[in-house]
């Protein structure tokens, strides 16, 4: 029978079964609680042991049966305000194959669970108890059982930190796992109502490639200044200064400080706007129509570069004019000049935007916009500490229509760069890299060649050679590890992660879209590097990808799951000694990754450096 046709039908089975079945007895025991110490200390990890025994000849689906209609094997506390919980560790489960059943994983015999605990610092020393259930379904080969809840109670006390304490029931403890690995600090106490079976931990984020976004974005600012409906303004407003100062430098430079700080947070107030209102726009990249829409306004704001057509703002605006001899003025006349250049960058701002929302972070957002507005305000503040220099700067001419041409290009790279889920169809995998590297290569011959046709000199000549070289030459290499699948990925589903983690396997599971840049630079610079792909080959690590590029993708679930707001890039490692999850969200380094997954294949704490921090799953 097709296994799509035999998991449903297994799942009915399975109610028939149970509903057939008339009340009896039980056919599980709540074995033993333990406690790992004679008594809890106050801020000492501890440990508590439930046992359960399935009866002979009968079977228990595990914690991660691999239909999820099945019950799973779950143990829940009751919340107790003097004490603090890990997440359970649950055993892995058994293959088995029934020939009317299919292939389960399951429990059997002794079923030990062991639970992190940790006493409150403020909590009064003297008796307490903890408690809980179990809930199961017993099974043979033929039938299920009525399903079964166990409740537990174990009484201890909580004494002073330096009291001394004893180990108990080192039998039962024998198997637990090592100190450190399940520590209350590194996992989040159960939460009521909702399931504590997975509980990340993060790990510190790559600020060098956070630097190159908000390098990028302070370069575009500069830039800003070079197109033709604003450089003419660039050096008037900086004489303007030094002229309305009355000739004194410090003046001058002040009334530059307070149009630099107009124009800043005017940009600030774009990014709070647009990213502080709505705290998701990654998420948007998922709906086909607002890929399509990005794509649509990045060509045509690209023509508009290009000159094909002009984007005009209403008169009533350029006939504002502040003072240029007070600080209020210069500050109101930084907020004009952002406005109006808004016709000839708007596109690049757009293009800059859309990188900001791909990253998922409404933080780095923000600070994109504000650094575009730092790069944009810096020229003005320089010169207007230097007059004489503003005096000798270009008004207009073929350099400003270069730089003109280069950001129309650029904005149709990002518009070839955003088509990628619309033609994933007939164009994926490395043939849409190298296609998006050709038009790369050609807007690079583009852009040399009206250089020639613009510039006689050979001293811009060899700059925008030299720059489009560096570009083919950075774009090149990050192309290429793109394009390259040096191990093999296998789709995301839970019931290959279950399967997974029942086998006592280790996991990565990688989050990404087709939408996401930052995605492709962690695959392309991390994941696909060789320290990364001989780590995964050494370590038999099982490579599932979770493609979220769709909003009804497979992995979508558990995305939200483990970060609240969906977020990605993310990298979750499922390590072979417990089943809370490493994450790496964001942008990380090869370093980061390969501590990671040393950590979880060798049952480890992760080292200090790595600024463990603890999150609840979203």
């Not at 649509?296 to 006939?319: E, H, Q």
């Not at 990628?420 to 490395?430: C, D, E, K, W």
């Not at 038999?540 to 590029?549: E, F, G, P, R, Y």
Request: proline share 6%.
């Amino acid at each position: 029978m097709p296994t799509t046709l035999r998991r449903p039908l297994h799942g009915i089975l399975f109610v028939l079964l149970a509903l057939s079945v008339a009340a009896g007895r039980e056919h599980s025991q709540l074995e033993k609680t333990a406690l790992r110490d004679s008594a809890l200390r106050l801020g000492h990890d501890s440990m508590i042991a439930v046992v359960v025994t399935v009866d002979e000849g009968l079977h228990a689906q595990s914690h991660t049966p691999l239909d999820e209609n099945l019950i799973k094997f779950e143990l829940k506390l009751d919340e107790n305000p003097k004490l603090k919980f890990g997440a359970p560790v649950y055993p892995p489960g058994k293959i088995e194959e029934y020939p009317d059943l299919g292939k389960l994983s399951v429990y059997t015999g002794s079923v030990v669970v062991y639970i992190p605990v940790q006493a409150n610092a403020d909590a009064p020393l003297g008796d307490v108890e903890v408690s809980g259930k179990v809930s199961l379904q017993a099974c043979d080969d033929r039938r299920c059982f009525q399903p079964e809840q166990l409740k537990f109670t174990l009484s201890t006390k909580i004494v002073a930190a330096d009291a001394a304490v004893t180990p108990t029931d080192t039998d039962v403890f024998k198997d637990a796992p090592k100190a450190g690995a399940t520590s209350v600090d590194a996992v989040a106490p159960p939460v009521p109502k909702t399931s504590s079976e997975t509980v990340p931990a993060t790990i510190r984020k790559d600020f060098g490639y956070v630097l190159f976004q908000l390098g990028v974005a302070l370069f575009a600012g500069i830039l800003f200044n070079a197109m033709p409906c604003v450089l003419p303004v660039l050096p008037l407003k900086a004489i303007g200064f030094y002229n309305a100062a009355q000739h004194s430098r410090a003046k001058s430079i002040a009334f530059g400080a307070w149009f630099s700080i107009g124009v800043i947070a005017t940009f600030a107030v774009f990014g709070v706007l647009i990213f502080g209102v709505k705290k998701d726009w990654g998420q948007l990249f998922q709906y086909r129509s607002f890929q399509i829409a990005i794509v649509v306004i990045l060509l045509g704001l690209s023509a508009s570069t290009f000159g094909i057509f002009t984007v005009k703002i209403p008169t009533a605006i350029y006939n504002v004019s502040p003072r240029h001899d007070t600080y209020t003025g210069n500050f109101m006349f930084g907020v004009l000049t952002a406005v109006l250049s808004t016709p000839c960058t708007f596109g690049v701002f757009v293009s800059l935007l859309a990188w900001a929302i791909a990253t998922g972070s409404t933080l780095i957002g923000v600070m994109m916009l504000v650094t575009v507005g730092i790069g944009m305000a810096l020229p003005y503040l320089i010169l207007s500490a230097f007059p004489n220099l503003a005096r000798k700067f270009p008004r207009t001419g073929a350099a400003g229509e270069v730089v003109k041409l280069a950001m129309a290009l650029m904005l149709l790279v990002a518009a070839a760069y955003f088509m990628r889920p619309l033609v994933s169809s007939f164009l994926h995998g490395p043939a849409f890299w190298w296609a998006l590297y050709t038009v790369i290569g050609l807007s690079a011959l583009v852009l040399v060649g009206r250089t020639f046709q613009l510039m006689p000199n050979v001293t811009p000549r060899f700059v925008v050679i030299a720059i489009a070289c560096v570009v083919l030459y950075g774009s090149g290499i990050l192309i290429r590890r793109a394009a390259l699948e040096p191990f093999k990925w296998e789709p995301f589903s839970e019931s290959a992660l279950a399967a997974a983690q029942s086998q006592n396997r280790l996991v990565l599971v990688e989050f990404t879209a087709d939408w996401c840049m930052n995605c492709q630079y962690v695959e392309a610079a991390v994941l696909h590097s060789n320290q990364i792909v001989k780590t995964v080959g050494d370590r038999d690590v099982l490579m599932l990808k979770a493609d979220v590029t769709r909003g009804d993708a497979a992995g979508r679930p558990l995305l939200d799951k483990l970060d609240r707001a969906g977020s990605i890039p993310l990298t979750v490692i499922y390590p072979k000694w417990k089943k809370d999850p490493v994450m790496l969200n964001g942008i990380y380094s090869v370093t980061d990754l390969q501590n990671a997954i040393d950590a979880s294949a060798n049952g480890q704490s992760l080292p200090s450096a790595a600024s463990v921090a603890a999150v609840q799953p979203g």
